[in-house]
C-alpha cells in the first residue's frame, strides 16, 4: 500500500526532474562532458526521466489501490497568477487520465533518450540535443499534470517552443530553419484558439459568480455554463470549438497539419518522440481533459468528427505517392491522429485515448527503425534507394514489420484493437459516412504501410554497391529501444481486451471514470443484437485491412512492375499526385494568407513612413515655411508698428532655427522666460 | 529638525543621488575614463540600493511588517504664493517603475562600458541627470513638480542621441524634442488652467497638488474636462507612443546610442502610461470614460499596426521600436478597460516591455559594436558562431512574445482578460497580436541565428564576453522571475490600482450626478463591464 499523501507531494518531480536535467544540460553538461565523454550528459539526462517515470509508476499503483471514485492525487505548489478574482494555482493532478499519459510519455521517453544515445553520438550538439529533450519533457508533463488551463498552456507552448528547437537542431541549413519557424508559427496561430477559449471560460464563469479555470471547478460548472451565451453560442460550444481549433495546431489536423509533414527536418528520435508519440496527441488529450465541455455541445463533436475523418483520408492518400521514409510516417501519424479524434468527436473519448496509447508504441517503433534504416544508409532517406535491408538490418526488419503490421491493422497487433474500437463506435454512433471514410482510410493505411515496407526491406538494394558495402546494424543502444517497443505493440492492446472474446475492457474501465460521458441519443439496443453487430464490424474491418495489404503486396513485393505500369498509363494524375498533391494546403495558404498578408504590412509600412511620418515632417516644413516668410516679410516690408509682429516671428524662426543647429540653451531661455511670464501673472491675477 | 529630516528623506535622497553623480562628474575635471565610469557605477548602483531599501521598507513591503521603516510621502512647500509644493510619494504603482528605472541605469552605464568612446563624462552625467528627471517624474505628486521633471527629461536624451548617436542623430533628436514638446506644452496650459479651475470651486486657494486637485475635482465641468484631458492625453499619447503619434520613436531609436535606446524603450515610454493612470484618468474620470472608446480604437489598431510594420522593417532596432508601439498598444487597453485584470495586466506590460525591450536593445548593441551594422541580410548563421548569443537573444525573444512561464504571458493574458469583458471583438482582434509578435520575432530571429554563413565578416564573431553574459542574465532574472512568481508584484500594486479604478468611477457618478450603479451602467455602455 502506497501512502498517497507521499505520493501527492512527490508528483512534482514527474515534471521537475526533467526541468533539472536540461538546466543540468544546458549549463554544464558540456564543461564535465570534456572530462567524462558522453555519459555526463545522457547519463543524468536519461536519469531525470526516469526519476519521472518512477514517480509516474509508483502514482499510477497508488490510484489503483484507490477505490475508483476517489482515484485522484493533487499537489498544489503555489499561487501562480492572483489578481481580483483571477486566481490560477500551481496545481498537478494526478488522475487515471493525466497517469496514461504520464506513463506513455516517460516510458516512451526514456526509450527514445536511450535510442538517442546511439543515434547522436557523434552529432557536436550532444548536450544541447539532450537539453532540448529533457526540456520537451518537463514540458510535455506541465501539460498532463497541468490542473487548470493556464498550467496545461504552459505545457502547450513550452512543447511547441521545444518542438520548434528540435525541428531546427540543425539550424545550419536553411531548410530546417524554416520548417521550425514555420512550426511555431502554424502553432502560434491554434495556440490563439486556446487563449481565446480560457478568456471564454474565465469571463463566463466570471459572469455566474465564480470565476476558476480549473478543470475539476469547471467540470462541476460545465451545466450552468449552457445557458450563459456569447456572440449568440452557448458558451460550452464556442470553448469547444477554440479548443480544437487549439488542437488542429497541435495535432497536426486540417487546417493547421501542415506544419507536421515539414516538422520531420529535425533528428528522427525527435520525429518519434515529439511529432508522433507523445506531442502531436497533446490536442486528444485536451479533448478529453474537456470533455465535459464537448458532451454538452454535440454539434461541435460532429464537427471534430468530419473535420477528423477528412485528415485522416486525406493524409492517408497523400501518404500512399511519398518516397521520403519519413515523410509517409508523417502523413501516417497526421492520418493516425485524425481517428483518434473522430473517436473524440463521436463521444468515445476513451477509445480515441486508446488510439494514443497504441499508436505511441507503434508509430514511435516505426521511426526509431526509420532512423536505424537512415543510419545504416549514412542519412538516406529515399526509399528508392533503398530495398532488400531485411539482410543487413535483422533486428530492424524484424521489429519495423511489427509495427508496420500494428499500424496498418493487422489483426490481434496494438493498432487493430484501438483502430478496431474506434471504427465501431463510430459506426454505432450512426455516422455512416465516417464510418466508410474510416473504413477506406483503415484500407489505404493498410496499403501505405505494406508498400513502405516492402520498398524498405523486399527486394533487392538499389542504392549501389558502395553503400551496400557500409550497410550495418545499429548498436545496442538504438536495437533494444526498437525490441522494448515491438513487444509494447503487441502486448499492449489486449489491455482493450475485445469484449468479443469475452475479455473486459481494462482501458475504458480505467479512463472512463475521468471522461464525461455523452448522453445516449438513439433508443437502447439489445444487448446481443450489439455484440453481433460489433463482430461482424471487426470482420469487415479484418477483410479490408487484408485487402489492402495485400493490393500493396501484389503492387510492390510480387509483381513490382504493376506499380509502374499503372503510373505510366496515367502520367498527368501519377505526376500530381506525387507531386503537388502533399502541398495542396500550404499552396493555398500561401496564396491566399502569406502573399496578401506580406504585400498588406508592406503596404502598411510604406504608408507609415509615407503618410504618418510625412505629416509630421510637413508639419515641420511648413512652420519652417512659415516662420522663414515672416522673416522675409518683417525683413523688406514692415517697419514701425508691426515691428514687433515680426520680431516674434522672426524670434520664433531662430528659435526654430537654432533647435536645428543643436543649441538647446536657447530653448531653455525661453522656456525659463516663459515660465517666469506665467508665474508673474498668476500672482498678478492673485 | 522636521525640516531637516524632510530635506535628507529617503524619497529625496534616491531623487538627488544620480544628481549629485551627475554634477560631480561634470564639476571635477581631469577625471579618466574608467574613474568616470566607476563613479557613474556606484552612484547609480547606490541608487538602486536605495530603491530597493524605499521598496521593502515603506508600507506594504515585506520589511514594513511592524509599522513604517521608512515613510512613503514628503512634502513641503516649495512657491507657496502659487500653491506649488515639494510633494513625493511612492505607492504600488510607482514602486516597480522607479525599481525598473534604477535597476536599467547601472546596467545602461555597465553595457557601454567599451562602446561610449568620447566625451565619457557628459554621457555619464546625462545619463545619471536623466535617471534623477525620470525619478522625480516617477515620484511627483504635485503637478508643477512633475510638469518640471517631466521637461528636464528631455534635455539629457536630447543630448544622448545628438551627441553620441548614429548618422542621422540630429534630424532624430530634434524629431524626439519637438514632438514630446508640443505636447507637454498644451500639457502645461491644462496644468494651469486645470488649477485655476480648481482654486475658482474651492474659494480661490491655489494648488498644484494632486491631492487637492483631486479633492473637488468630480466638479469641473464635463466639457472643461474634455479639453483639459485631451491636452494631457496628447501629451502622454506621443510619449507612449500611441498609434499615430509615433514616428518620432523608430528615428529615434535607431539614431540613438545602445544606452539611449535601452532607457528610452524602457523606461521613458512608461512615462506616457504612467502619467495616464497617474494624473490623466483620475483627474479627468469623465473625459477618461468618455474617452475610452477613442483609446481603445488608436490602441487596438496600434497593436496590429505596430507589429505588421515591424515585421518587413530591415534595421533590428526598427523593428524593435515599432514592436514597442504594439506592446504598449496592449498596455493602453488595459489602463482604459479600468478593471482590475486589466489595470495590473497593464502595469505588468509596462515593466515586462522595459525588461524584454531593454534586454532586445542591449543585445542588438552588443552585435552592433560586433558587425557595425543592424541590418538583418548582413547576418545569417550567427548561431554557430555566437551560441551563447543566440541562446540569450532567443529567450529574450521569447519573452517578448509572451511565451507562458516567462514575464510576457502574464501581463498579455491578463490585459486580454480585462479587454474581453470590455469588448470580445477588441480582445480578439489584440489576441491575435501573440502571432504576429511571433512572425516578426522569430523571422528576425531565423534571419540572423539559422541558415548557413553567407558573409565572410560573420565567421570571426566573437561570442559575448563575462561583462555583456552578466547583464544579460541580470535583465533576464527578473524576466523569469514575473513569468514564474507574479505575485510579489501583484500583491503589492494591486490595492492603489483597485483604489484608482473605484474612485474614478465613484467619481464618474459624481459627475453624472447619478447613483453608482446607474454611472456604471451607463459606464459599462461605454468601455464594457467593469
Known amino acids: 500500500m502506497i501512502d498517497p499523501h507521499t505520493i501527492g507531494s512527490l508528483l512534482c518531480l514527474i515534471p521537475l526532474a526533467p526541468l533539472l536535467g536540461a538546466t543540468y544540460n544546458a549549463f554544464i553538461g558540456r564543461r564535465v562532458a570534456k572530462s567524462m565523454g558522453h555519459l555526463a550528459v545522457h547519463g543524468v539526462a536519461c536519469a531525470a526521466v526516469a526519476v519521472s517515470l518512477l514517480v509516474s509508476v509508483a502514482g499510477f499503483a497508488c490510484l489503483v489501490s484507490m477505490p475508483v471514485e476517489a482515484r485522484e492525487l493533487r499537489q498544489t505548489l503555489f499561487s501562480w497568477i492572483h489578481v481580483g478574482s483571477f486566481d490560477v494555482p500551481i496545481e498537478l493532478v494526478f488522475d487515471p487520465l493525466s497517469a496514461v499519459m504520464c506513463l506513455v510519455v516517460t516510458g516512451i521517453g526514456l526509450l527514445i533518450h536511450v535510442y538517442s544515445i546511439g543515434y547522436m553520438h557523434d552529432d557536436p550538439g550532444y548536450p544541447r540535443f539532450f537539453c532540448y529533450l529533457n526540456l520537451f519533457l518537463f514540458a510535455m508533463l506541465t501539460l498532463v499534470l497541468g490542473g487548470s488551463l493556464p498550467l496545461v498552456f504552459i505545457g502547450w507552448e513550452g512543447v511547441g517552443l521545444c518542438s520548434f528547437l528540435l525541428i531546427g537542431f540543425w539550424f545550419a541549413e536553411s531548410k530546417n530553419a524554416a520548417a521550425a519557424t514555420k512550426a511555431f508559427l502554424v502553432n502560434r496561430v491554434g495556440d490563439l484558439g486556446f487563449l481565446a477559449g480560457m478568456v471564454v471560460v474565465f469571463s463566463a464563469t466570471l459572469r455566474i459568480g465564480s470565476p476558476t479555470l480549473s478543470f475539476s471547478v469547471l467540470r462541476d460548472l460545465a451545466p450552468r455554463l449552457q445557458d450563459a451565451s456569447f456572440l449568440g453560442a452557448a458558451v460550452p460550444v464556442v470553448a469547444a470549438a477554440c479548443f480544437f481549433f487549439a488542437a488542429t495546431g497541435k495535432s497536426a489536423q486540417i487546417p493547421l497539419f501542415v506544419w507536421l509533414p515539414d516538422a520531420m527536418a529535425g533528428p528522427t528520435p525527435v520525429s518519434a518522440l515529439i511529432h508522433a508519440a507523445t506531442m502531436v496527441t497533446a490536442g486528444v488529450y485536451l479533448l478529453c481533459r474537456t470533455s465535459f465541455l464537448y458532451v454538452m455541445a454535440p454539434d461541435v463533436g460532429a464537427v471534430v468528427a468530419l473535420v477528423a475523418g477528412l485528415t485522416a483520408c486525406f493524409a492517408a492518400t497523400v501518404a500512399l505517392f511519398q518516397h521520403d521514409i519519413k515523410k509517409v510516417l508523417a502523413y501516417s501519424t497526421v492520418s493516425q491522429l485524425g481517428y483518434m479524434f473522430l473517436g473524440c468527436g463521436v463521444g468515445a473519448f476513451g477509445a480515441g485515448l486508446f488510439h494514443v496509447v497504441t499508436h505511441a508504441f507503434f508509430k514511435a517503433l516505426l521511426f526509431l527503425g526509420a532512423g536505424s534504416v537512415i543510419h545504416a544508409m549514412g542519412g538516406e532517406q529515399d526509399v528508392r534507394q533503398m530495398g532488400g535491408l531485411r539482410k543487413a538490418l535483422p533486428v530492424t526488419t524484424a521489429t519495423f514489420l511489427v509495427g508496420i503490421l500494428s499500424l496498418g491493422g493487422f489483426p490481434l497487433l496494438a493498432g487493430f484493437f484501438s483502430k478496431d474500437v474506434v471504427l465501431w463506435r463510430v459506426l454505432a454512433s450512426g455516422h455512416g459516412f465516417l464510418y466508410g471514410l474510416a473504413l477506406l482510410t483503415s484500407a489505404l493505411t493498410a496499403f501505405y504501410s505494406i508498400r513502405l515496407a516492402v520498398l524498405t526491406f523486399g527486394g533487392a538494394f538499389r542504392g549501389g554497391h558502395e553503400r551496400e558495402h557500409h550497410l550495418h546494424e545499429s548498436p545496442r543502444s538504438m536495437t533494444v529501444p526498437l525490441v522494448l517497443l515491438a513487444v509494447g505493440c503487441i502486448v499492449v492492446g489486449w489491455l482493450a481486451g475485445p469484449t468479443w472474446l469475452g475479455l473486459i475492457d481494462r482501458f475504458a474501465a480505467w479512463v472512463e471514470p475521468a471522461l464525461a460521458v455523452m448522453p445516449q441519443v438513439h433508443e437502447h439496443v439489445d444487448a446481443e443484437v450489439e455484440e453481433r453487430a460489433e463482430i461482424v464490424a471487426t470482420c469487415v474491418a479484418v477483410v479490408v485491412g487484408l485487402a489492402g495489404m495485400g493490393g500493396a503486396w501484389v503492387m510492390f513485393g510480387w509483381a513490382p512492375g504493376v506499380a509502374r505500369a499503372l503510373a505510366d498509363r496515367l502520367p498527368v494524375l501519377h505526376g500530381y499526385l506525387a507531386g503537388r498533391y502533399r502541398s495542396v494546403f500550404d499552396d493555398v495558404y500561401d496564396r491566399c494568407i502569406v502573399r496578401p498578408l506580406l504585400a498588406a504590412t508592406r503596404a502598411l509600412a510604406t504608408f507609415d513612413q509615407k503618410v504618418v511620418d510625412g505629416l509630421v515632417n510637413g508639419a515641420a516644413a511648413l512652420i519652417r515655411l512659415l516662420s522663414r516668410s515672416s522673416g522675409w516679410f518683417d525683413g523688406t516690408l514692415v517697419d514701425g508698428f508691426f515691428q514687433r509682429c515680426a520680431d516674434l516671428a522672426r524670434a520664433l524662426g531662430r528659435a526654430m532655427a537654432s533647435v536645428q543647429n543643436g543649441r538647446i540653451q536657447s530653448y531653455l531661455m525661453t522656456l525659463g522666460w516663459a515660465l517666469a511670464v506665467v508665474l508673474l501673472l498668476l500672482e498678478f491675477v492673485r | ?530
Open chain 2, 1 to 530: 529638525m522636521t525640516s531637516l529630516f524632510a530635506v535628507l528623506h529617503p524619497l529625496t535622497v534616491l531623487l538627488l543621488l544620480p544628481l549629485v553623480g551627475a554634477v560631480l562628474l561634470l564639476a571635477v575635471r581631469g577625471l579618466d575614463d574608467r574613474s568616470v565610469r566607476q563613479i557613474a557605477l556606484i552612484f547609480s548602483g547606490v541608487t538602486f540600493v536605495v530603491s530597493l531599501a524605499v521598496f521593502l521598507g515603506t508600507p506594504g513591503g515585506p520589511l514594513a511588517h511592524e509599522g513604517r521603516l521608512v515613510s512613503d510621502e514628503v512634502q513641503f512647500r516649495w512657491v507657496p504664493s502659487l500653491g506649488i509644493t515639494y510633494h513625493l510619494k511612492i505607492d504600488g504603482i510607482s514602486h516597480f517603475l522607479i525599481l525598473l528605472t534604477t535597476f536599467l541605469t547601472p546596467l545602461v552605464i555597465l553595457g557601454s562600458w567599451n562602446s561610449v568612446e568620447k566625451r565619457v563624462a557628459g554621457y555619464h552625467a546625462a545619463m545619471l541627470a536623466l535617471e534623477s528627471a525620470m525619478l522625480g517624474a516617477f515620484l511627483a505628486v504635485d503637478l508643477f513638480l512633475f510638469y518640471v521633471f517631466w521637461e528636464v527629461m528631455l534635455l539629457p536624451m536630447y543630448f544622448l542621441i545628438g551627441i553620441w548617436g548614429g548618422k542621422r542623430r540630429i534630424y532624430a533628436t530634434v524629431k524626439f524634442f519637438l514632438y514630446t514638446l508640443v505636447g507637454s506644452l498644451l500639457m502645461l496650459v491644462a496644468i494651469v488652467k486645470l488649477a485655476f479651475v480648481v482654486a475658482g470651486l474651492n474659494g480661490g486657494r491655489l494648488s498644484f497638488d494632486l491631492v487637492d486637485l483631486m479633492s473637488s475635482h468630480a466638479r469641473i465641468p464635463p466639457s472643461v474636462q474634455l479639453w483639459l484631458f485631451a491636452a494631457f492625453a496628447l501629451s502622454f499619447a506621443i510619449k507612449v507612443p500611441l498609434f499615430p503619434f509615433h514616428t518620432w520613436l523608430p528615428d529615434a531609436h535607431v539614431e540613438a546610442p545602445t544606452g539611449g535606446s535601452v532607457i528610452l524603450a524602457g523606461i521613458l515610454l512608461k512615462m506616457g502610461t504612467y502619467g495616464f493612470i497617474r494624473f490623466a484618468m483620475p483627474l479627468f474620470p469623465v473625459a477618461a470614460i468618455e474617452a475610452a472608446p477613442w483609446i481603445f480604437g488608436l490602441a487596438t489598431v496600434g497593436v496590429v499596426y505596430g507589429a505588421w510594420v515591424a515585421s518587413v522593417q530591415q534595421d533590428v532596432k526598427k523593428l524593435v521600436a515599432y514592436s514597442s508601439v504594439s506592446h504598449l498598444g496592449y498596455v493602453m487597453i488595459g489602463l482604459f478597460v479600468l478593471n482590475v485584470e486589466g489595470l495590473q495586466g497593464a502595469l505588468l506590460q509596462m515593466i515586462n516591455h522595459g525588461l524584454s525591450t531593454g534586454a532586445l536593445f542591449f543585445l542588438v548593441g552588443m552585435i552592433y559594436e560586433r558587425r557595425h551594422t543592424r541590418e538583418l541580410a548582413a547576418f545569417g548563421g550567427i548561431a554557430k558562431v555566437m551560441p551563447v548569443f543566440a541562446a540569450l537573444f532567443l529567450v529574450v525573444t521569447l519573452s517578448s512574445i509572451g511565451l507562458p512561464g516567462l514575464n510576457g504571458f502574464v501581463g498579455e493574458l491578463l490585459v486580454l482578460t480585462g479587454a474581453f469583458q470590455a469588448s470580445k471583438w477588441m480582445a480578439l482582434v489584440i489576441a491575435t497580436g501573440m502571432i504576429w509578435g511571433a512572425v516578426y520575432m522569430l523571422t528576425a530571429y531565423q534571419k540572423i541565428f539559422f541558415g548557413p554563413i553567407t558573409h565572410d565578416e560573420n565567421r570571426s564573431l566573437v561570442d559575448l564576453g563575462k561583462r555583456e553574459i552578466a547583464i544579460l542574465l541580470l535583465m533576464l532574472a527578473p524576466c523569469v522571475w514575473i513569468g514564474v512568481y507574479p505575485r510579489a508584484l501583484l500583491e503589492r500594486a494591486e490595492p492603489e490600482l483597485t483604489r484608482i479604478a473605484e474612485r474614478v468611477r465613484e467619481d464618474y457618478a459624481t459627475a453624472m450626478g447619478e447613483p453608482v450603479h446607474r454611472a456604471m451602467e451607463r459606464q459599462s455602455r461605454i468601455i464594457g463591464s467593469p
